[in-house]
Every structure is written in structure tokens, then in C-alpha cells.
């Protein structure tokens, strides 16, 4: 295929000056330059780093092409150099036969029934967050998200209350993240080799993280199959040749499913209060429902597949605010993507928050409309016009955990509360590696039956057994529910 670039046209280039601002402008312009990308240049454009050409991609077709039917031509790209300094080799990171391996390995303990025996984890969670709130509190409502995400993955893989141990892994995990910038950049090798203060930071959250999980792999080794997601990766062996895999290994593939299975359900949760705060009429509809499938009693697993609204709920929040709402490939020999010529060494960026809002897909794409997701909707639009997963073989393995958690945690929490923003306030988006508010999401917890007794007393309430995630503020400034 070497003559391919000959015989094919390539994307409209940016001007010169256009990838200059791109490439210096940070935090929520990134997001709003990709549909700008795709409004002004059409849903494949480029760019030049150097010799280097980038594609930036929001075309349904070709992001099919290039996750699904030539899949072969495209490697995770040196973007994600930054996640391997924490997630060593895992399935994000991996490639070829030895990400299939890992997998097939893998696949097992997100089988239907465990998914099951993962469920009864994210609703006792979940129930524990709601206990936590106060009337007329107001709280980071992404920290707590974060925080219960965080005990649901962790007691699904470890299958015991590790709190102490998982605060240690989720506070390293936070302060690795927040240099993703670093090493994101162009110069992200080099600096990793530097003897400077950031490199010094990571070395030691990495071995924060690794002492834990290297203790928790040595003591299910010698306990046996628990029954959680450690016990059945340590147990795994290869279909081919019958071998497990080693502590290294394991230890790869632990951290990359505590991370996903924290970090990204936590925002797409986040994002989902939000908007229903900002749509009462949707946010009735939601408790309608919940009250309908529930009453008074808490979700169990087998209610999932009945809280269909709630899902679709879920579904519309990850379109127009997807955890991960971009990601990278590198062409690794010559192809094409969309009819365009793809040179070997092209990186690819798939901008899935443009393609999530083409107005041809979704009209009026601003607006937020869970209609978007009933089963007829979403088989009159193109399959990658959604794609909040990934797709292919590359497809999340954990998407039914993810949609599960989801929907369970939502109806949980919403049996006793709805939220609402502190007036004034102004939610900006933080698009790093996933799609967070910048500086976390203050929300005031507002419970769905009346509040018991006056104001007063419920700011009293709060203040003697208030929720950990709430932030200090004047008597006079916190509203009274009605």
C-alpha cells in the first residue's frame, strides 16, 4: 500500500497559526476545539508536528474502520506512553497477541453471573454515600462519586473492606494523574528520565501503589480462590499453552481495572447529577421510575434490566459528556480512514465528544434528551455514532460493570435525594486523560421527602454528623429545603 497517499487526497490541513493555538491552548478549550475541528474543517482534519501528520477523526464510518476492520493497521499511539509509567502493561496499554492473551484471560470474570455477585458491591456502596448526605449540605459531589466508585472496584477485585489500602491507591492515583500533561507532551520520554521533582513524585506513588498491591496478590496467592476478581486473574490460565500470569502481570492488570473501574464511572455519575439538577421534569420522570420498579426497598442486582429509563439517562449524560472523550492510535503501516490516505506513522486522534455531537446524529446536540436512547432511536443511527466504550477488540472489558454501576448507584442514591447547584456557580470541564470538573462539582443535597423539623435543626444535623465530602459555609448562605 505505499502508493496509497498518491492515489488518495489528504484532510484539510489547519493553518499554521490554528495549530499553534491548538497545541498551547489547555484545559476546556481542547474539548471545544474539537468540535470546533469538525464544524470548521469537516470530520477528518490534520495537522503537522514536525514531519509527524495528525488526523483528528469524527466520522462514524472511520472510526469504524479504524477500530474494527483495520484494526491491524493501528497501535495504541505514543500518547499513551504517560499511562504506562502507572499501568505498566495492561489491557489499555497492551498490544498484539499478548493483549488478546491477557484478555481471553480476563473475560471470564465479567461474566453474567459474576456481574451479578459485583452488584450486591455497588449498591451497598451506594447506600452507604446516601447515608452520608445532610440536608442542605453542600458537598464536592465528584468527590464523592469518586470515593464510591472507588470502594465498589475495590471490593469487587480484592472481595474484602480495604478502605485504608484503597484510600493509599486512590490518593496515589490522583496525584499521578494530575501530571498526565507532563507526560502526554511530545516531550513526555525525556522528562521521565530527568532527575527533577516530578519524576521523584511519580516514583514514589508508584511504589506506594505497588506496595499495596504486591502485599494484597501475595496474601490471595496463599489463601486460594476467594471468589473476587484477584482470586480468578490469579487462577487464570492460557487457553494455548495453560501457563498464569505472573505477579508483574497481575499486578498490571489490577491497577488498569482500579483505575477504569473508578475514574471513568465516577465522571459519567458526576456529569449525570448535574444535568439532572439542571432538567426537573427528565429528573421527575427518573423518580417515577425508580419509585415504580422500587417502593420503598433498595435496588438489587435483578433490577438493572428494569430501570430502563434510568439507563437511557445514563447513556444521553456519557453523549454529551464522555469520560474518555478522546483517544489516540498510531497508523503502523500505510492505510486509510474515511477514504483519506493514512501514512505509517500517522497519529489518529478519534474525537468521540464531536462525533457524540453531530447534529445529524443528534439534532439539537446541546440539548439533554434520554429519548436519544430508546432501542429505536439507537438503531436508526450509524453503530459508531456512540461509542463511549471504544469499540472492537479494543472494546471496554468492563463496559457491563460500567453500565450496571451506573444505573444501581443512580436509582440508590435518587430513592432518597436530588441535587442542585449553588447559585452562581460555574461548571467548567478539566479534559485530561478523562473528562472531570474542574475543581471538582459543588452540589447541595436536597432530600426527596421533606427535611424533618426547621431549617435550624437541619443545619445542626449536618453539622454534628455531616457528610465528608461537604464544604464549610455560614448558616445564612445554606438554603432551607421546601
Request: hydrophobic share 40%; proline share 7%.
Amino acid at each position: 500500500m505505499n502508493d496509497l497517499p498518491a492515489r488518495h487526497p489528504r484532510p484539510p490541513e489547519l493553518s499554521l497559526l490554528r495549530t499553534i493555538v491548538f497545541l498551547f491552548k489547555g484545559g476546556s478549550d481542547r474539548f471545544s476545539d474539537l468540535l470546533w475541528m469538525r464544524q470548521t474543517y469537516g470530520e477528518i482534519a490534520s495537522i503537522h508536528l514536525g514531519r509527524t501528520p495528525v488526523y483528528f477523526v469524527a466520522n462514524p464510518e472511520a472510526v469504524q474502520e479504524c477500530l474494527v476492520s483495520r484494526h491491524k493497521d493501528f497501535h495504541k499511539s505514543r500518547a499513551y506512553f504517560a499511562l504506562r509509567l502507572v499501568l505498566g502493561n495492561g489491557l489499555v496499554t497492551s498490544e498484539g497477541d499478548f493483549h488478546l492473551r491477557q484478555r481471553r484471560m480476563i473475560q471470564p470474570a465479567f461474566n453474567r453471573d459474576r456481574l451479578r455477585g459485583y452488584g450486591n458491591a455497588m449498591i451497598e456502596f451506594a447506600l452507604e454515600a446516601r447515608e452520608s448526605y445532610r440536608a442542605g449540605e453542600t458537598f464536592d459531589i465528584n468527590r464523592s462519586m469518586m470515593h464510591t466508585t472507588l470502594f465498589i472496584v475495590a471490593k469487587a477485585l480484592f472481595g474484602s473492606d480495604v478502605k485504608a489500602d484503597v484510600d493509599r491507591i486512590g490518593n496515589a492515583l490522583d496525584t499521578l494523574m494530575g501530571m498526565d500533561a507532563v507526560f502526554l507532551s511530545p516531550f513526555g520520554p525525556l522528562i521521565a528520565k530527568l532527575p527533577i521533582p516530578i519524576n521523584r513524585t511519580r516514583k514514589e506513588m508508584t511504589a506506594a501503589i505497588d506496595d499495596v498491591l504486591y502485599r494484597m496478590i501475595r496474601e490471595h496467592r496463599d489463601a486460594g480462590d476467594t471468589g473476587d476478581l484477584l482470586s480468578l486473574l490469579l487462577a487464570a490460565r492460557d487457553e494455548d499453552d495453560g501457563t498464569g500470569m505472573t505477579d508483574q502481570q497481575v499486578r498490571d492488570e489490577v491497577i488498569t481495572l482500579f483505575l477504569a473501574g473508578h475514574e471513568t464511572t465516577a465522571n459519567a455519575l458526576t456529569w449525570t447529577w448535574l444535568l439532572l439538577a439542571q432538567h426537573p421534569e427528565i429528573e421527575a420522570r427518573f423518580h417515577e421510575e425508580i419509585d415504580t420498579v422500587l417502593g420503598d426497598r433498595p435496588p438489587g442486582p435483578e433490577d438493572f434490566p428494569r430501570l430502563t429509563y434510568t439507563r437511557q439517562i445514563l447513556a444521553e449524560s456519557m453523549r454529551l459528556y464522555p469520560p474518555v472523550w478522546s483517544f489516540a492510535r498510531a497508523a503502523v503501516s500505510d492505510t486509510e480512514l474515511g477514504g483519506y490516505a493514512v501514512p505509517k506513522g500517522t497519529q489518529v486522534i478519534i474525537s468521540s465528544c464531536a462525533v457524540h455531537r453531530d447534529p445529524r446524529w443528534y439534532p439539537e446536540p446541546e440539548k439533554f434528551d434520554p429519548d436519544r436512547f430508546t432501542e429505536e432511536a439507537q438503531a436508526a443511527r450509524p453503530k459508531f455514532s456512540y461509542f463511549p466504550f471504544g469499540g472492537g477488540r479494543r472494546l471496554c472489558i468492563g463496559e457491563g460493570f460500567a453500565w450496571m454501576e451506573g444505573v444501581l448507584v443512580l436509582a440508590a442514591i435518587a430513592q432518597r435525594w436530588k441535587f442542585r447547584l449553588p447559585e452562581g456557580h460555574e461548571v467548567k470541564l478539566d479534559p485530561h486523560i478523562t473528562l472531570r470538573p474542574k475543581n471538582g462539582l459543588p452540589m447541595i443535597a436536597v432530600p426527596r421527602e421533606p427535611a424533618r423539623g426547621t431549617g435550624v435543626e437541619a443545619i445542626a444535623i449536618a453539622k454534628v454528623s455531616g457528610c465528608p465530602f461537604a464544604t464549610a459555609r455560614n448558616e445564612s448562605e445554606v438554603p432551607v429545603p421546601q
